[in-house]
């Protein structure tokens, strides 16, 4: 199996059927947040349990959470992809009341291996119009 498919596996059945149970599946016991600003772990090696704790968090936030992946490239212990992100904020962000809006924006997320587990990320996305998309700005 590709480190594209397993990724593209991971995308799917973690993040957006939501099926925290596989983690360990697709998830290296230290998950490395090399790169995500923003993002409360950036910097931060976490392990299963606190990888399952960062998706609660997204899916408390938006329970209808969506990635679509547009395009995809392997090389040898990397998969860079561009997706599309959605979903309705129906849940808290940290102290930030639900605002019941929708959100789509895009970006870029090199995944990190360690032989066929997902070791980290480095993602950049724009933020800004999220924040955007929900009125907060």
């Known amino acids: 199996m590709t480190k ?3 990724l593209r596996d991971f995308m799917e059945k973690i993040w957006n059927q ?3 149970e596989l983690v360990d599946k697709f998830v290296d016991e230290s998950y490395h947040i090399y790169l995500d600003t923003g993002d409360n772990w950036e910097g931060k090696v976490l392990n299963h349990e606190e990888f399952k704790e ?4 997204s899916f408390r936030s938006f329970p209808d959470i969506n990635f679509e992946i547009t395009s995809a490239i392997e090389e040898e212990n ?3 992809i561009n997706w599309i992100l ?3 904020n129906l849940g808290k962000i940290g102290e930030l009341p ?5 959100i789509k924006t895009n970006g870029i997320t090199i995944y990190h291996f360690n032989g066929n ?3 980290g990320h480095t993602q950049v996305f724009d933020r800004n119009l999220v924040t955007k998309q929900l009125g907060f700005l």
């Open 4 to 6: 594209e498919k397993i």
């Open 18 to 20: 939501q099926q925290k």
């Open 54 to 57: 960062r998706l609660d968090f």
């Open 78 to 80: 990397h998969v860079a």
């Open 86 to 88: 959605t979903g309705t």
């Open 98 to 102: 639900p605002t019941m809006k929708k």
């Open 117 to 119: 587990l997902i070791s």
